[in-house]
């Protein structure tokens, strides 16, 4: 189907595994993004690409690492997860044709025991 | 301080109420989004703004560039208008930064 999708939509993981967030696009958007919100915070950037194989930084990257082999792939890593890492994460995309619009994934829940 | 304040955070209203939902900001920005999350999690873009007024709906968004402030208003509010507002503003590039969101609850 077209559009935006994120596996898994629920994730329950122990402190200190590596947990892989896959986010997919089917629009060939050039900028994929990764958030997380928290009460009190409101969504947060951790990363950002602005194409394949170019990534940077957001405002909260620690303890989090971005891939992006294919424009329509964006993975978020947790490399070994913690608490604090608990939220909802949220990708979303914008394509250079529709710069007006920031297109969101449904979220994935993740939960750190 | 957060460079996106938005209010109130939370607003109950009465079915066919007018309803505005205010955006202030700090910084300098390009552009200004407002955007709508269900109460299933779903976030979906209402609206970019770089000036003036635009309207979709029963949806009206306004800027003032100057006084670095926004308003959402609601006109003949629905009890499926019940959702988070979240403000964004655009300060360069490609990467928002957001208000923690306003929780309306329209009641019929």
């Known amino acids: 189907d077209a559009g935006i999708t994120q596996s898994p939509r629920y994730k329950i993981t122990e402190t200190g595994r590596q947990v892989t967030l896959m986010c997919h696009q089917t629009?060939?958007?050039?900028?994929m993004f990764w958030y997380r919100q928290d009460l009190g915070h409101g969504l947060r950037l951790i990363y950002y690409?602005?194409?394949?194989?170019?990534?940077d930084k957001g405002e909260v990257p620690d303890g989090y690492v971005v891939s992006r082999s294919k424009t329509e792939n964006f993975p978020l890593t947790l490399e070994s997860a913690t608490r604090s890492q608990t939220s909802v994460y949220f990708c979303?995309?914008?394509?250079?044709?529709?710069?007006?619009?920031?297109?969101f994934g449904p979220g994935t829940r993740l939960t750190v025991l | 301080k957060n460079e996106v304040e938005q209010s109130p955070q939370n607003l109950t209203a009465q079915e066919g109420e007018f309803i505005t939902i205010n955006c202030s900001y700090s910084?300098?920005?390009?552009?200004l989004h407002w955007l709508q999350q269900h109460p299933g999690g779903g976030i979906v873009s209402l609206f970019m703004?770089?000036?003036g007024k635009k309207k979709h709906g029963r949806l009206i968004a306004t800027i003032n560039i100057q006084e670095k402030h926004s308003s959402l208003h609601i006109t003949a509010s629905h009890p499926r208008d019940s959702a988070v507002y979240i403000c964004?503003?655009?300060?360069?590039?490609?990467?928002?930064?957001f208000g923690e969101g306003t929780q309306l609850t329209v009641n019929p």
């Open positions: 910084v300098g920005i390009s552009a």
């Open positions: 979303a995309s914008i394509g250079r044709n529709t710069p007006d619009t920031q297109y």
């Open positions: 690409s602005a194409a394949a194989d170019i990534t």
């Open positions: 629009w060939s958007h050039s900028y």
């Open positions: 703004l770089s000036s």
């Open positions: 964004a503003v655009l300060p360069g590039g490609s990467r928002l930064t």
